[in-house]
């Protein structure tokens, strides 16, 4: 089970962390990612990281601006986001994959949290 929160209503410039609790498995050996849904659009690729935490990817919309961490003894993902800007604002999912890997493709994501709300006023 995967539970997202830290979602909100910022303004842009603003930051936020978002984390993900997983529970039920053995955290360290899933790869997890981040992903995102905005208003009429599809789901879109946001950050991944390796069980480990040793390789990381980012949406080229986010590089340099968020951070995607894990804390293997908290079974807790993690996003930090700093300068937000109104294009982010959507629902965030954590997800899990059973490859290890960073990997960037939402098909290869087994599990899925409940997603958290970004709204970023410009």
């Known amino acids: 089970q995967l539970q997202a929160c830290g979602g909100g209503l910022v303004q842009a410039g603003d930051s936020l962390r978002l984390s993900c609790a997983a529970s039920?498995?053995?955290?360290?050996?899933?790869?997890m990612g981040w992903f995102r849904q905005g208003p009429g659009k599809e789901r879109e690729f946001v950050a991944a990281?390796?069980?480990?935490?040793?390789?990381?990817n980012y949406a080229s919309s986010v590089k340099g601006r968020f951070t995607i961490s894990r804390d293997n003894a908290k079974n807790t993902l993690y996003l930090q986001m700093s300068g937000l800007k109104p294009e982010d604002t959507a629902v965030y999912y954590c997800?899990?994959?059973?490859?290890?890997?960073?990997?960037?493709?939402?098909?290869?994501?087994?599990?899925w949290g409940q997603g958290t709300q970004v709204t970023v006023s410009s």
């Open positions: 997800a899990a994959t059973a490859s290890l890997f960073a990997i960037t493709s939402d098909l290869q994501y087994n599990y």
């Open positions: 039920g498995r053995t955290f360290s050996n899933y790869g």
């Open positions: 990281i390796s069980w480990s935490g040793g390789s990381t």
